[in-house]
């Protein structure tokens, strides 16, 4: 199973971007159990973002609340996560991470590589 993280990377102060978190290999038959992305800037900790599990519960670091939104397209095996009115402390690598039961594998956590987010002040 692979985590592969694409979306628009680049944003004007105030603006918006969705990135996409897809999980490849993973059969046909498959569960999300639950999906975060997480974020780290340079000289920062990695700060937990948003997450959302099986039954679409969603929790929201402080950073996010009120700004982002994470959802999920079970048919894709994908998790969106939607940033609005960015701010230049937005920028940071965008990394997500997922707990994915297969038939072969069971549950288990995978990570996506990590997505560069910009914007500019």
């Known amino acids: 199973v692979q985590l592969q993280a694409s979306g628009r990377r680049l944003s004007a102060g105030w603006g918006s971007l969705s990135l996409s978190c897809t999980a490849s290999?993973?059969?046909?038959?498959?569960?999300?159990?639950?999906m975060e992305w997480y974020r780290q800037a340079p000289g920062n900790l990695r700060e937990f973002v948003a997450s959302?599990?099986?039954?679409?519960?969603?929790n929201y670091g402080d950073s996010a609340k009120g700004r982002f939104a994470i959802s999920k397209d079970n048919d894709k095996g994908a998790v969106v996560l939607h940033m609005n009115s960015l701010k230049s402390e937005d920028t940071a690598v965008y990394l997500c991470?997922?707990?994915?039961?297969?038939?072969?594998?069971?549950?288990?956590?995978?990570w996506g590589g990590g997505t560069l987010v910009t914007v500019s002040s």
């Open positions: 959302i599990n099986s039954g679409g519960a969603t």
């Open positions: 991470e997922g707990n994915i039961w297969t038939p072969t594998a069971g549950s288990r956590d995978y």
């Open positions: 290999g993973t059969g046909r038959f498959f569960t999300i159990n639950h």
